[in-house]
Each structure stands twice: as structure tokens, then as C-alpha cells.
T-cell receptor, first 114, second 109 residues
């Protein structure tokens, strides 16, 4: 009964491929996020959705496309993978008014692009 | 310069020592979060505060809004406290977290 789950946990792929990472939360939260953690362990917001609607879209290449089929799921699709996309990607969720709400993180997906 | 700065970046201490990690931010915030990232990679939210002080077990978080500064304290530190501690701020009016660079804490037995 994991609160926020991500699949896969590890993803190794070749440059140029297209891949997806899935995220699901069973907390009943309306707001979900994608974060990227680089090799120096620095976390940065990529996207945020509230009730299936995109509310935050940071300066992220448009090769990255989030999709929220329902408020419990926020998937991340990456086209034409590049070496620099190698990182750990974390999904998180919170109740609305996310600024003053605790965020719950998934276990992370380690992406390695060769 | 990052909007959220932590110090120190690395901290090694002996079991039992009192630990302090500092966080300064340069923007107006609506909330300040402290997160813990375990060696295995998982991230757990420890505290969220917008004023004053919060305590949970051996962990204490304080914030001074006027000085734009927060501290995380660990009393009677233990090797299982070894982790990366991350400070994150939510700007006023925004819903996104802006993260500090993290403090890697190692507690030796």
C-alpha cells in the first residue's frame, strides 16, 4: 500500500529512444509533481498538475511531455532521449494549495541514457 | 546564486553530537520544508513550517521569517540519521518548491 509509486525504478536506454515513467498516488491528492535530481543531487521542479490540469511548466525541453489521465496518475514521456537526461526523476503529490501542504515523494526512477 | 542556500554542504560528526544544519532563502516564502533523502534514494518530508518551531522526536526545525533563515537540529545524533537533508522553500503565490543543494550528514559510531 505504497502512497506514491513509480515505475520503473531503473531505466537504461540508448540515446534517441522514447521512454515513459509512470506515477500513481493513492492518497486522494489533487496535485502531483515531477522533479529531476541531477548528478550533484540537486532537485528541481519540472511540472505540476492540479486535478489533471497543468499549473507549473518550468523551463523543460518540449521532448518532455507530462500526461495526467486522472488525478491519481501523472506520467512523464520523454522523446529522443539525450545523455543529459540521465538523472533520477521523482514524482510527488500533495493536497491542493500545495505551497502549504506536505509533499509525498515516490521512490524515484533512475534513468541512464547511454 | 540559488534562492535557497544551505550550510554546511557536508557534515561529519560522532554519535551523540548535537547537529545543526542551516538554510537561508532570498525570496518571500509561504512555507519552508525540510526533507530527508536516505542513502537508498527515497525522500521523506520531515517538517513544513511557516513560523516558529516544530519538534518531532529528536528533530527540531526553527524558522526566523524576518531573517529569512531556518535551522534543522538533531539531538543525540545516531548513525541512522546519516542522510542528505534538503531545505526547500515555496515562494509566496507559487505552488512549487525551490530546493537548496542539500547537506550530506554522516554520523560515525
Amino acid at each position: 500500500d505504497t502512497a506514491v509509486s513509480q515505475t520503473p525504478k531503473y531505466l537504461v536506454t540508448q540515446m534517441g529512444n522514447d521512454k515513459s515513467i509512470k506515477c500513481e498516488q493513492n492518497l486522494g491528492h489533487d496535485t502531483m509533481y515531477w522533479y529531476k535530481q541531477d548528478s550533484k543531487k540537486f532537485l528541481k521542479i519540472m511540472f505540476s498538475y492540479n486535478n489533471k490540469e497543468l499549473i507549473i511548466n518550468e523551463t523543460v525541453p518540449n521532448r518532455f511531455s507530462p500526461k495526467s489521465p486522472d488525478k491519481a496518475h501523472l506520467n512523464l514521456h520523454i522523446n529522443s532521449l539525450e545523455l543529459g537526461d540521465s538523472a533520477v526523476y521523482f514524482c510527488a503529490s500533495s493536497r491542493p494549495s500545495g505551497s502549504q501542504e506536505t509533499q509525498y515523494f515516490g521512490p524515484g526512477t533512475r534513468l541512464l541514457v547511454l | 546564486k540559488n534562492e535557497v542556500e544551505q550550510s554546511p554542504q557536508n557534515l561529519t560528526a560522532q554519535e551523540g553530537e548535537f547537529i545543526t544544519i542551516n538554510c537561508s532563502y532570498s525570496v518571500g516564502i509561504s512555507a519552508l520544508h525540510w526533507l530527508q533523502q536516505h542513502p537508498g534514494g527515497g525522500i521523506v518530508s520531515l517538517f513544513m513550517l511557516s513560523s516558529g518551531k516544530k519538534k518531532h522526536g529528536r528533530l527540531i526545525a526553527t524558522i526566523n521569517i524576518q531573517e529569512k533563515h531556518s535551522s534543522l537540529h538533531i539531538t543525540a545524533s545516531h548513525p541512522r540519521d546519516s542522510a542528505v537533508y534538503i531545505c526547500a522553500a515555496t515562494s509566496q503565490g507559487a505552488q512549487k518548491l525551490v530546493f537548496g543543494q542539500g547537506t550530506r550528514l554522516t554520523i560515525n559510531p
